[in-house]
């Protein structure tokens, strides 16, 4: 709902409005941007209810008329920075007579942390998708998974669709720093970090080139705006 909301808010204010009040929430710090800029981060993913993509087009191009680069930055989408190829031997010897939706069954019902891990292993996302829905999965399980290399971005966005993470500042930390997640959503979480995690994204040399040049350009707002 809250995606919604942001959604019909900003196209209510148009490109150039959206593009200033965008501009307006990166430099606010996590305090002030955390809940309108995840929503809009989540806008951007909702291919039925989100942006229009004719909107979209408008509004890269209002931030970069403003000089808003931030703003433009969380519009692009390039792949991510490393690509994930399917390993020649995946089998696991407990898993591997078992059908897909007897995994998703597993996932999402069972408590032996042994089989949960071995499924979290594995990587399938419709099988995860189930897993982090399980109660009895722990955030530093969660980020277990946000932190696994090599794995499947389809996977890592499973972890950024289910609020229960994605709220998570450490599930959080662990995407934007995993050079197989997709870019946007490492964009788009960014501007929630704190200032110490942008400053360690922006020199990772393992990451994206516009991830950390995007977290250079947070981090720089907030401290002119602590400054000021």
Not at 61 to 85: I, M, N, Q, Y
Not at 120 to 132: D, H, N, S, T
């Amino acid at each position: 709902m809250r995606a919604r909301a942001v959604t019909r808010h900003l196209e209510d204010l148009g490109p150039d409005g959206a593009a200033r009040v965008l501009g307006e929430l990166l430099g606010r710090g996590v305090e002030g941007s955390t809940v309108a800029v995840a929503a809009f981060g989540q806008a951007l993913l909702d291919v039925e209810g989100g942006f229009a993509y004719e909107w979209k087009v408008e509004l890269y191009a209002s931030a970069r008329g403003l000089g808003l680069d931030e703003v433009a930055a969380l519009l692009l989408w390039p792949p991510p920075h490393r690509t994930w190829e399917e390993p020649r031997d995946k089998a696991d010897p407990r898993l591997a007579h078992l059908s897909l939706g007897e995994k998703k069954t597993l996932a999402r019902l069972r408590r032996d942390p042994d089989l949960l891990a071995r499924l979290a292993a594995e990587g399938e996302p419709a099988v995860v998708r189930e897993l982090l829905r399980n109660p009895l999965l722990t955030e530093d399980f969660a980020v277990r998974i946000a932190s696994r290399r090599p794995v499947r971005p389809e996977t890592l966005r499973c972890l950024y669709e289910e609020r229960r993470w994605r709220t998570r500042a450490a599930v959080r930390r662990a995407l934007a720093r995993n050079p197989y997640v997709e870019t946007g959503i490492a964009l788009a979480i960014l501007p929630m970090l704190a200032l110490r995690d942008l400053i360690a994204i922006a020199t990772d040399g393992a990451l994206h080139v516009e991830v950390r040049a995007q977290a250079r350009r947070v981090a720089a707002g907030r401290r002119g705006r602590r400054s000021g």
